[in-house]
């Protein structure tokens, strides 16, 4: 009688449950990577938020004067510019004297919430 050549039963299934095994282990591990991924759709809104914050500052600058660079949200937050989504706050920072230079003022404007962003920048009394 001749040998056959080939898998047993045993062998196939021994296979296929291994087989299983990973397959479940290399999905599990994908989904834990999908879950703790940043949401690219908040961090770009923190980034809209942040820059709109910032360009009302520079244009209080701009048509006040260097002198009355404020954020116009702090003292008027009512205003329809101003208004934050949910989820999101909006913080800015003023810091006159950079450097120990009074022609210079440092902005700072942090986004937190859902999404992050920080933006800076350096404004000079020209």
Same mark, same amino acid.
């Given at each position: 009688m001749q040998?056959?050549?080939?898998?047993? *039963?045993?062998?196939? #299934? +021994?296979?296929?449950?291994?087989?299983?095994? *990973?397959?479940?282990? #290399? +999905?599990?591990?994908?989904y834990v990577s999908l879950h703790s991924a940043p949401d690219i759709q908040n961090s770009a809104r923190a980034s809209e938020l942040a820059q709109q914050r910032m360009e009302l500052i520079v244009g209080s600058k701009e048509v006040y004067g260097f002198t009355s660079t404020v954020d116009p949200c702090v003292g008027s937050p009512g205003l329809a510019v101003c208004a934050v989504p949910a989820g999101f706050t909006v913080l800015s920072n003023i810091v006159g004297n950079w450097g120990g230079n009074a022609n210079y003022k440092d902005i700072t404007v942090k986004v937190s919430g859902e999404g992050s962003a920080t933006l800076e920048r350096l404004v000079a009394n020209y």
């Open positions: 040998r056959q050549n080939g898998f047993t *039963l045993i062998e196939l #299934i +021994l296979f296929i449950t291994i087989m299983s095994f *990973l397959g479940v282990g #290399i +999905l599990s591990a994908f």
